[in-house]
């Protein structure tokens, strides 16, 4: 095991002494030892990094501080005094707050509601409303965010609600604070306004235990990291003695010289897959684009552009007023998610914990409920014969679980990701959107997603990536479709166009004509 630092962390050194420190920590699962032996500590003021991929070990560790889990050795020490959490309630009474990767809101409950749920203020014996609208504002409005507190959160997006969940953490009054992927699905003024609410919580002493995958970012505002691997601990360094690659090393045991694989798959010109003035209520745009053998087409677009829109109306899982969906030369009449389905269009949302998986049910559930045909006899399911392909699926993408038979919420992102993609493959899916597919997963893990879009290109299958990451749509699309304000502005070949192009077409700036350009294909 190669490591930057062998040596646990030295708690007290250099300045605010810890707050927070974990020591030894043991956690086993059935058939999984989930933690061996792992040290953390946190010191007042700063803002300490978590890294290691999918499955290191990071969230177990959150939660065993946080009480959502016991330890089986080792010990958490809180302020100078060992602690056992019974729940996660008392850790916050305590004055520890997490910020899960995925979010744990109640999607029909408003803004204020979810900020002070269980902690509503009252008057009388009766909620004292208008208070605590008033008192969630306050800390939205310190986050900057267009969010009033009387909103549902079912109306919100994803980053909207993550802006929700950093609000709901600052009105606890923390003075330990763990931020799970906080900047997942923000935009970018999104992350510089946390990155300020972040310094000035360092400034009041607020220790922050701050896990992320972008590693790039976390030079703006991280003091030390900390490195896991498998289960166990790597090392702990200053942030600014470490570059991203030493520490991408430390995460995958190896160097990464490339962040994209090779690509395999060869365009053609044949079209399999097109889409002709596709219309949405609410937009006087319509959106052509078409898809060929062997390509991956990107989806690029700030916030709010109509990536997503677009790929739900197609889909059926948004009403759409308008337009063709054809697949090779048949035309598609697609009334809902079902009808899709049922021709081969698949779409792989990006929160995959809401519309993606099904978290209480095991991995063998989630690969084949797409498919019970395929695995059923004489309208009973197939016991032997739904074992067999979800463990032909589990290989086949090195879905890292115990067991067929593990609950999903119990597995990591990365691989509730894998056990996603593996339910639409195992239904033949022809042409597949992929939503955000690396969100909240590590670099091992991202490389491992993308060599799978390029095999299923390769093998004939449609490939549309909507992605945030710019990078991502440089290497790993062939086109890239950019969206702005609900409209398509270009249909750019990746080879021959940069970020900055891109943005100029995302942000407006720049704009195509594509009058009588698509019936033959977008070029």
């Known amino acids: ?19 927070l420190e974990a020591k030894g920590i043991v956690k086993r699962f059935p058939g999984v030892l989930a933690l061996d032996d792992v040290h953390f500590d946190l010191r007042r003021g700063e803002v300490h990094a978590l890294c290691g991929e999918n499955g290191a070990g990071k969230s177990t560790l959150m939660k065993v501080i946080t009480g959502l889990y016991h330890a089986d050795a080792g010990e958490v020490v809180y302020k100078g005094e060992p602690r056992r959490f019974a729940t996660i309630q008392d850790a916050q009474a305590a004055g520890i707050t997490i910020i899960h990767q995925e ?37 939205l409005d310190r986050l900057k965010v267009n969010i009033r507190a009387s909103d549902l959160v079912l109306t919100l997006t994803v980053a909207r609600q993550q802006m929700v969940e950093i609000a709901k953490a600052l009105s606890l009054n923390a003075e330990v604070l763990i931020m799970d992927e906080p900047t997942s699905s923000l935009t970018e003024s999104e992350i510089d306004r946390l990155f300020e609410i972040i310094r000035e919580l360092k400034s009041d002493g607020v220790g922050i235990i701050y896990i992320s995958h972008r590693l790039e970012e976390l030079r703006r505002i991280a003091d ?3 490195v896991m691997r498998d289960g166990g601990y790597v090392s702990t360094r200053d942030f600014a003695d470490v570059t991203v690659n030493d520490i991408v090393a430390a995460m995958v045991g190896r160097a990464l010289e490339d962040k994209f694989p090779p690509r395999t798959s060869t365009t053609t010109d044949e079209v399999i897959f097109r889409v002709v003035d596709l219309t949405r209520p609410g937009s006087r745009h319509k959106v052509s684009f078409d898809l060929r ?24 899982a948004d009403h759409k007023t308008g337009g063709k969906v054809m697949l090779g030369d048949q035309e598609l009449s697609i009334g809902g998610p079902i009808d899709a389905i049922t021709a081969g269009i698949a779409y792989l949302s990006e929160d995959r914990k809401l519309n993606g998986l099904a978290v209480k049910m095991t991995v063998k559930e989630n690969i084949t409920m797409a498919n019970m045909e395929a695995v059923s006899r004489r309208g009973f399911i197939d016991k032997a014969r739904e074992a067999r392909a979800a463990r032909e699926t589990v290989v086949k993408l090195n879905v890292k679980t115990p067991s067929i038979d593990q609950i999903a919420k119990n597995l990591s992102g990365g691989n509730q990701q894998k056990v996603v993609i593996g339910k639409w493959l195992f239904r033949d899916s022809r042409v597949l959107f992929f939503d ?13 997603i993308y060599q799978l879009l390029d095999k299923l290109a390769s093998e004939g299958i449609g490939v549309v990536m909507i992605t945030s990451e710019l990078p991502e749509i440089l290497g790993m699309t062939d086109r890239v479709v950019v969206f702005h304000e609900g409209q398509v502005t270009g249909i750019l070949e990746t080879a021959k166009t940069s970020q900055e192009e891109i943005m100029q077409y995302a942000s407006g700036v720049k704009s195509m004509n594509f009058t009588n350009t698509i019936a033959g294909g977008a070029r």
Do not use: C, Y
Request: glycine share 16%.
């Open 1 to 19: 095991m190669t490591a930057l630092n062998v040596a646990p962390p030295v708690g007290a050194a250099g300045g605010g002494g810890s707050i």
């Open 103 to 139: 979010l744990n809101l109640v999607p029909h409950l408003s803004v204020a509601e979810n900020i002070f749920l269980g902690r509503e203020p009252k008057k009388g014996w009766f909620v004292d409303r208008k208070k605590m609208e008033r008192d969630a504002q306050v800390f």
């Open 224 to 226: 030390r990291v900390t």
């Open 293 to 316: 053998r062997g390509e991956i087409l990107g989806f690029a677009g700030l916030m709010g552009a109509g990536r997503t829109e677009t790929a739900r109306a197609i889909f059926g």
């Open 436 to 448: 955000e597919p690396t969100r909240g997963i590590d670099v091992g893990a991202k490389f491992a």
